[in-house]
T-cell receptor, first 109, second 115 residues
């Protein structure tokens, strides 16, 4: 079993819709969780971090964490074509980040 | 700040050749990480340094890979001899190491192709 699992996609949503990206992790002791966005040919960039159970909102992005279910999600409201990218879930253990393989999101006009 | 700097941006070499990738972290960052990204395996941590000292190299795939950090502003990842399966994008990232800042800042990456 991989430590951090994501559906590779692609996930296709129409412009203006809500995109929902999911991630599960295996280490029950994990405390810090991150979502990175990676455009094709570019490096990952941090878009959200979450440390406590519940929701965290930042603009059009909402991260959700459920430690009991070992589940992290990212919601993107009012999806735009510029949101088309691969989204990487990362879980911190000590000073290390373990990444999922990413979910490719396509926002269609 | 210029961000994390990596060189070269692209490297094409032949099997058996030595490859050296270079990284300059953000000034003042105490942690430096080397990652490898492939379609099949995603983004994998190879090794990380704290204050120029290697802390965890458990991700280094085999003895052909080595990494050094001779000072706070420079690190290298060397592959000798290189093999076609080493073809990937190699990222360097740095982190200030402060308790309230958990973000890793990535460089632009080096795309390595081994023929």
């Amino acid at each position: 079993q991989k430590e951090v699992e994501q559906n590779s996609g692609p996930l296709s949503v129409p412009e203006g819709a809500i995109a929902s990206l999911n991630c599960t992790y295996s280490d029950r002791g994990s405390q810090s969780f991150f979502w990175y966005r990676q455009y094709s040919g570019k490096s990952p960039e941090l878009i959200m971090s979450i440390y406590s159970n519940g929701d965290k909102e930042d603009g059009r992005f909402t991260a959700q964490l459920n430690k009991a279910s070992q589940y992290v999600s990212l919601l993107i409201r009012d999806s735009q074509p510029s949101d088309s990218a691969t989204y990487l879930c990362a879980v911190r253990g000590g000073n290390k980040l373990t990444f999922g393989t990413g979910t490719q999101l396509k926002v269609e006009l | 700040d210029a961000g994390v700097i990596q060189s070269p941006r692209h490297e094409v070499t032949e099997m058996g050749q030595e490859v050296t990738l270079r990284c300059k972290p953000i000034s003042g960052h105490d942690y430096l990480f080397w990652y490898r990204q492939t379609m099949m395996r995603g983004l994998e941590l190879l090794i990380y340094f704290n204050n120029n000292v290697p802390i965890d190299d458990s991700g280094m795939p085999e003895d052909r890979f080595s990494a050094k950090m001779p000072n706070a502003s420079f690190s290298t990842l060397k592959i000798q001899p290189s093999e076609p399966r080493d073809s990937a994008v190699y990222f360097c990232a740095s982190n200030p190491g402060l308790a309230g800042i958990r973000e890793q800042f990535f460089g632009p990456g080096t795309r390595l192709t081994v023929l």
